[in-house]
């Protein structure tokens, strides 16, 4: 992945990234820098916290503008992997078991017999981590397909993967 351009973020942007990861993930994030980073080779939103790259930017669930021209979709911040390992999140955790983690570290979307437990408080459509029971590694992050009450189960696409270990994101370093 090519840097095409770093900026510092403003002071409200910066509040937009820490406010929502402390109401969505329980994280508080103390850091004296945030970079946005911009890539000629990638689609992915990064902001360097303190030099690591701890927060992307997602498209938000939702209505999109028609395909006639609309503005761009909005954008919501959230953990990386990286991010996850570093700050564990306390909400928004979907865990999985040790015969889970080999498809969730190659990008697989996650299955209900996988899921050993759901927070009650994951929505549809909502940016939740995936962790592995074992070690409490966080390995992905994904958008719930259902609530977190619906997730174990016996079959069926439970979380659809966005970001996991080993991609270019995860790989990524300045």
């Known amino acids: ?15 937009t990234i820490t406010t929502a990861l402390s109401e969505n993930l329980g994280v508080e994030l103390d850091a004296d ?8 080779d990638s689609d992915w ?5 303190d030099g690591d790259p701890l927060v992307l930017y997602l498209d938000r669930e939702g209505p999109r503008p028609s395909d006639g021209g609309g503005e761009a979709a909005e954008k919501e911040p959230f953990l990386t ?6 700050h564990p999140p306390e909400k ?36 939740v ?24 189960g016996d079959s069926g696409q439970v979380v659809k993967s966005l970001h996991h270990v080993g991609d270019d994101l995860f790989e990524f370093s300045v």
């Open 1 to 15: 992945m090519e840097v095409k351009s770093r900026h510092h973020l403003r002071s409200d942007e910066v509040d």
């Open 33 to 40: 820098s945030f970079e946005k980073v911009e890539f000629d």
């Open 45 to 49: 939103d990064v902001v360097l916290v």
């Open 81 to 86: 992997v990286q991010g996850a390992n570093q």
């Open 92 to 127: 928004h955790v979907v865990t999985v078991d040790a015969g889970a983690v080999s498809f969730v570290s190659d990008g697989a979307d996650i299955m209900r017999p996988g899921i050993t437990e759901a927070d009650d408080d994951i929505s549809e459509g909502d940016l």
């Open 129 to 152: 981590v995936i962790n592995e029971e074992s070690h409490g590694k966080f390995l992905a992050v994904g958008r719930a397909q259902t609530d977190g009450d619906d997730m174990v």
